[in-house]
């Protein structure tokens, strides 16, 4: 079983910028691809970045709505990704879940709980 704590959301200015934290715990995540999406009121939830492991590190991607203002990564000793967000937009709020995904036959994807990010205009 594997337990996601989302972290690090809150109110900011448009421009601003945020730091979102996701710490596992139940077991080591460094072979899943850690992820975030993002559900803003009234629409559908969308996928925001993704970290997939490698044998050197980890695979970024980013939403194109993203690019070039979020920045992923993820730190494995410490079962924790990070999600860098920068010259944040009104369009930009939603509350933000971590997602954890083996990514093989029969495995299950885990979810935090979510944290609210707020960009004011």
């Known amino acids: 079983q594997v337990q996601l704590v989302e972290s690090g959301g809150g109110l900011v200015q448009a421009g601003g910028s945020l730091r979102l934290s996701c710490t596992a715990s139940?077991?080591?995540?460094?072979?899943?691809?850690l992820a975030w999406f993002r559900k803003a009121p009234g629409r559908e939830r969308e996928f925001v970045a993704s970290?997939?492991?490698?044998?050197?590190?980890?695979?970024?991607s980013y939403a194109d709505s993203v690019k070039g203002r979020f920045t992923i990564s993820r730190d494995n000793a410490k079962n924790t990704v990070y999600l860098q967000m920068s010259s944040l937009k009104p369009e930009d709020t939603a509350v933000y879940y971590c997602n954890a995904d083996r990514g093989v036959l029969g495995s299950v994807p885990y979810w935090g709980q979510g944290t609210q990010v707020t960009v004011s205009s």
């Open positions: 970290a997939a492991t490698t044998w050197n590190g980890f695979s970024p």
């Open positions: 139940g077991r080591t995540l460094s072979v899943y691809t």
